[in-house]
């Protein structure tokens, strides 16, 4: 019995128009639409939800303004909905009914818990590397992005008030396994023993509050990171920094300024950890973020680094004869 992933997010959003342009520039499918919600959709299935902010019935914020305001994990079957039903029940706030069962988490989250509704998913085109022990490309060029369309949401980060109590109701109410700490500071939380490095990450600044630090979404390979971000340049969004990569998981990055929220990520090529792994500790820091990053991003135009001049010949090799 383990949960097995994120299922659904859904935001409390100030200018619901604007965050649904957002989610379709993001490369997210559009499967319901009233006037005080708009749901899409992730390749496999996950959904994201973007509520009115006064919409009847939403949980209440971690925090004013637009954020994230519930996640619903799932689950394999209804039996397991039950066992974790039972280690719940005296959780605040608890809930059960419509195929779910929920409780506040000690950050004062919504959380919920399902039957998982996402598909099972095989992608037929995702970018091998060759590395000098391993070519797994033959006779075939990698893969290159004009959008990303992502397939699920990975991992969800937030601020917390207390992060050895967010960690310990975490692992002890739903067996998550922490991959790797800054003790004291923060977790990273793993939703089964095997899986990509982290579903979870939580945060405890030297100033604790409530808070979302961003959502992050999975894509096909380091390729896609690159192409839906050009994308999302070109269509006008800012970056909050990236393309880089992350050192404690592997994974590639590039982070984007969501209006519905704090910020949005795609990554791809995180680690993939077993029972076996022991959970490493850290100092936050820079370098511990970021291995490199881009500072501004990249300019979807120009493929260049964002303010810096195009290429003016036909290679960009090609020199100013002046």
């Not at 409530?210 to 970056?239: K, S």
Request: negative net charge; charged residues 25%.
């Amino acid at each position: 019995m383990s949960v097995l992933g994120i299922d659904e997010i859904t935001y409390g959003v100030e200018d619901l128009p604007r965050c649904r342009r957002f989610f379709e520039d993001w490369g997210l499918a559009l499967v319901g639409e009233q006037p005080d919600e708009v749901v899409f959709e992730t390749l496999n299935g996950c959904r994201v939800v973007l509520a009115a902010l006064d919409k009847p019935g939403l949980p209440p914020a971690i925090e004013p303004g637009s954020t994230v305001r519930e996640v619903v994990w799932g689950v394999e079957s209804a039996d397991d909905l039950a066992r974790y039903a039972s280690r719940i029940a005296a959780a605040p706030d608890f809930v059960e009914g419509g195929g779910r069962i929920g409780c506040t988490d000690p950050n004062g989250l919504a959380i919920r818990l399902q039957v998982t509704r996402k598909r099972e998913l095989v992608l037929e085109e995702c970018g091998a590397h060759n590395t000098w022990n391993s070519k797994a490309r033959i006779n075939k060029p990698s893969p290159v992005y004009e959008r990303a369309t992502p397939v699920e949401v990975g991992h969800v980060v937030f601020f917390v008030k207390d992060v050895n109590a967010c960690e310990a109701f975490y692992r002890e109410a739903f067996g998550f396994q922490t991959s790797d700490r800054y003790p004291g500071r923060g977790a990273f939380l793993r939703t089964a023993e095997e899986g990509g490095h982290h579903d979870l990450f939580m945060l405890q600044l030297p100033a604790p509050r409530a808070g979302l630090n961003h959502v992050a979404f999975t894509v096909r390979d380091i390729n896609e990171v690159f192409g839906g971000g050009m994308h999302i340049a070109r269509c006008g969004w800012d970056t909050e920094i990236g393309p880089g990569r992350h050192p404690v998981s592997s994974a590639f990055f590039w982070y984007f300024r969501n209006p519905a929220g704090a910020l949005v990520e795609y990554y791809a090529d995180e680690d993939q950890l077993t029972g076996d792994w022991q959970p490493r500790s850290f100092e936050p820091g820079p370098t511990v973020f970021a291995e490199w990053a881009i500072a501004g991003g990249l300019d979807g135009v120009t493929r260049r680094q964002k303010g810096a001049e195009g290429p003016q010949g036909k290679f960009l090799t090609e020199k100013n004869k002046n």
